[in-house]
């Protein structure tokens, strides 16, 4: 009862076209899987190099139901799209637009701070300075929810990608994101990437997934796939993390409308 919904192709930074990345789903036996490339409405105007072109959403949505057609997996259209206070209600507009199974909701910048871009830009902060990134990304996970654009957030707790981790508590602002994710009714998801990444841990951490449980928020477990090969990648530990949180269900998406599945 595999489902695995968070994947790039060449339509963002993915390495392979979407029918490939079906093709490798039917031959790993996927109940369902999705794509869901990058669409980042940066504030300004300004167009980062991994987003899908801003004015063919069509054509993507097209290019998934053409590797659908056939297909001996269900194939779900999504897209992770970026939040920023500023392009929100754009993105609520253009969303509305189109038939999408799920939006995953993602924070990959702070006022132009790139969150998991490069270890680099963590380096150059004090510790005072990355303890504010960790308080305005709880910020901007909670206007994300209280937007109510997306169906799930992605990737939770990202900024630990590259290993840099709070020294002091953020429970008020993660506390207040998680309540905004439980009363927007949204998912989350487990992000098995992180195991593969410096933070050598799936997002989010056992704690955040244990505090999500107890709002009776649900969850998906995705690989965020750049690859056909990792499409199910640490599902198995992923699924053990699950449920060691407390969940005996997942949750999977048809036209936004959610549906409950066994874990
Ligand atoms: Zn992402
Ligand atoms: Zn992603």
Do not use: C
């Amino acid at each position: 009862m595999t489902t695995s919904y968070h994947n790039h192709s060449t339509w963002s930074d993915g390495t392979t076209a979407i029918s490939e990345m079906v093709s490798a789903a039917e031959q790993i036996g996927l109940l369902e899987v999705g794509v869901s490339d990058h669409f980042v409405l940066y504030p300004g105007g300004e167009q980062v190099g991994w987003t899908m072109p801003l004015d063919r959403l069509g054509e993507y949505l097209e290019d998934i139901q053409a590797a659908a057609r056939g297909a001996k997996v269900t194939v779900r259209a999504g897209i992770e799209a970026d939040f920023f206070p500023e392009t929100v209600e754009t993105l609520r507009a253009i969303l509305a637009q189109h038939p999408f199974d799920y939006v995953i909701g993602s924070v990959h910048y702070l006022d132009g701070f790139p969150i998991d871009e490069h270890r680099r830009f963590w380096d150059a902060l004090s510790v005072e300075q990355r303890e504010e990134k960790w308080r305005l990304y709880w910020e901007r996970i909670r206007q994300l929810a209280q937007s109510r654009v997306y169906d799930f957030v992605g990737h939770l707790d990202l900024p630990k990608k590259f290993g840099h981790r709070p020294t002091i508590s953020h429970a008020e602002a993660q506390t207040a994101a998680l309540d905004a994710i439980a009363a927007a009714d949204m998912a989350i998801e487990i992000n098995t990437a992180g195991w593969s990444l410096p933070a050598q841990e799936a997002y989010p951490a056992l704690s955040l997934l244990r505090a999500a449980r107890e709002r009776d928020i649900p969850l998906l477990i995705n690989a965020d796939a750049h690859a056909p090969a990792h499409l199910t990648r640490h599902f198995d530990r992923a699924r053990d993390l699950a449920r060691e949180a407390g969940y005996d269900h997942l949750v999977r998406y048809e036209r936004r409308q959610r549906v409950a599945v066994p874990l």
